[in-house]
């Protein structure tokens, strides 16, 4: 297939990142960019100009300027109506093929601009849904960036009816962060002390009955789903991705114990199955090395390198988290996502590279969006099964409409089907059924 010529005044790092996404991640198509205007208007390649002015009746997409500005910025954040969605940088020339600047908006999306900007953290340090332009647009469940991609795709091949692009098939990738591996068991004798007394404080006779039969021998813990787990992928034919929160006992992180013989097993029963990757406890987000030893400490475990990452209670912090996982070698993170709302915090459905907005420069570690959690869906929104069905059936549709990845994250203790989960084992099963058809 011939590449796309584009012609641009002057090129940049924000252009070049902003175009390989669009057109090599998101359309695998190849490309050219140019600032040589006698080789442009002397090609009978497909072409299309982007920059301030039309300067010849090619396709024209009328820039803002952001992708040749430096640094990082309040911007005015005036909204468009465009084919039903609301779109950020509207520009204004009758030549323009589309009425905002599609790259910029792409730009801002996919890097993540909003949150390098000053805003109000919730108590865990993190920027909250509600806070995005997307959320304010009524757009987060849409992957517009990829919806954006396929309306270019489309002006191109209106005017070039030659030019084709490799098909793009959507892809299903199921997740699990595994918090607590169990529910009692392999806690060790203090933290089952412990536990005994918060369930007699609070009269949990239930639990403290469950909690004398599972270390007793005579019932499974409820949070041991792992056998259930390898079945789905096994009948689906799955391939999905385990985050273990490998690190010392904390008010946030209450996995069993790294050096517990028990746990050790399992993550490497997992690995027989799944690829592994570490979920980094609470407070690695502002400890180095912490995070450095549990890697290496996971590492061991599998006798594999950790290569992905997802953190611990979604904690990114831009561009700190993804910096300290660059320095650990870490080539893909999986925390791309809101906690409180589904949908598309970076508006893309797609892997794609990050972009440092500080040092304006692309690197290696590829992010890879999540659309659904589980306890988004139970805690935050307060949905019951039938509800959570109909809101992941709808995001999985979208992400279908653009042949993009759907990555679901979920927890084992959803699967244990009791107490506040009830209802739940069947809202996952029919999630891997929709999701991977």
Known sequence: MDPLLIYVPKKSNR??????????????????????????????????????KALSDDIFFKSSGLLWKRGIESLEMETIDFKGLKALFPVYDENTVIP????SAIFFFITRYEEYLPFVRDPHGRFTARLSRSSQMNILEKPVVNIWALQIKDILQSKYPS??????????????????????????????????FIDLKEMRWADMVQRTR?????????????????GYQKKYNLHPVYFILFGMYGRYDKNSSIR??????????????????????????????????????????????????????LRLMFPGTYRMLIENDITDDYTMGYASMPGFRAGICSTYPFYNLDMEEETKLRIHPFAVMDGTLRDYLNYGPVEALEKIRQLIQEVKNVNGTFISLWHNEPLSDRKRWTGWRKVYEELLKMAAE
């Open 100 to 103: 905002f600047d599609v790259f």
């Open 260 to 313: 517990n013989r028990v746990f050790r097993q399992l993550i490497k029963t997992l690995g027989d199955y799944a690829s592994i990757g570490i979920h980094p406890s609470y407070n690695t987000v502002t400890d180095p090395e912490m995070l450095h030893r549990q890697i290496e400490d996971l590492s061991k475990v599998i006798n594999k390198e950790i290569t992905c990452s997802r953190q611990h209670f």
């Open 163 to 196: 030019l084709k692009f490799p098909e793009v098939k959507y892809k299903f990738i199921p997740t699990y962060d595994i918090d607590s591996a169990f529910a009692y068991a392999q806690k060790g004798p203090v933290r089952s002390v412990g536990g005994y």
């Open 15 to 52: 252009l070049h990142y902003t175009f390989r996404v669009v057109f090599k991640e998101i359309l695998k198509a190849d490309y050219k960019i140019t600032t040589d205007l006698d080789e442009f208007q002397s090609s009978d390649l497909p072409k299309f100009i982007y920059g301030e």
């Open 214 to 230: 599972v270390l007793a021998g005579t019932e499974k813990d409820p949070f041991d789903t792992y056998e259930l787990q390898i």
